[in-house]
């Protein structure tokens, strides 16, 4: 058994699309869990399917275990396709909240210059604190945390990672094609009855 080096392990993104979202996340934590493999983001949403959903998780393993655990969850019953990508195959973004003491930022421009230089927008004034909204990478959410940790940060909160993948023409696609190829019930029993209508009038 060859073991994997560590430097090989980098965060992976695994997207999957599926029928059912309450049942499904119970199912994944398990095979996760089971791994022992910690998730570092999930995120649920709508897909651009109608009613199907879309699962966005981060992981920080190799190739190899991510390919695994890929194909155990695509077996899953109500799992459609599970896609799975490296944070260069990706475009993706975070939100996060900041909650500061309102008379600071009043008081130093410094501040205000900061949060202006880090793209962050006040999403609520109030008396006795403001609170900012940044989206980017984990690398500028981070940043404005330790500029702002010296200003009296209170209160700090980042969403899971939403990603889109690049290089796909979206599963939307695929979907269309796979419905192309495979006929729906109803015309394979329709050409039965056309074939057997031909039996009967030979």
Do not use: C
Request: hydrophobic fraction near 40%.
């Amino acid at each position: 058994m060859t073991h994997s080096h560590p430097i090989d392990r980098q965060e992976y993104n695994i997207t999957v699309y599926t029928e059912n979202q309450i049942g499904m996340l119970n199912r994944i934590a398990i095979i996760f869990s089971r791994r022992k493999i910690n998730v570092e983001s999930l995120n649920v949403s709508p897909s651009e399917i109608e009613g199907i959903h879309r699962f966005n998780i981060v992981i920080h393993e190799t190739r190899e275990v991510v390919r695994k655990i890929a194909d155990q969850i695509e077996k899953q019953v109500e799992v459609l396709k599970v896609y799975f990508n490296t944070n260069e195959e990706v475009i993706w973004q975070e939100m996060a909240l900041y909650k500061v003491p309102t008379d600071i930022i009043a008081e130093r421009a410094v501040v205000e210059r900061l949060l202006r230089e880090n793209g962050a927008r006040a999403v609520v004034i109030r008396k006795d604190y403001t609170v900012f909204e940044t989206t980017g990478q984990r690398e500028e959410t981070d940043k404005l945390i330790q500029v702002l940790q010296p200003y009296g940060l209170i209160e700090f909160v980042r969403s899971a990672r939403i990603a889109i993948i690049k290089a796909s023409e979206g599963f939307n696609q695929k979907l269309r094609e796979f419905e192309r190829r495979e006929p729906s019930p109803e015309v394979i029993e329709n050409e039965f009855l056309n074939s057997r209508e031909k039996v009967f009038t030979m």
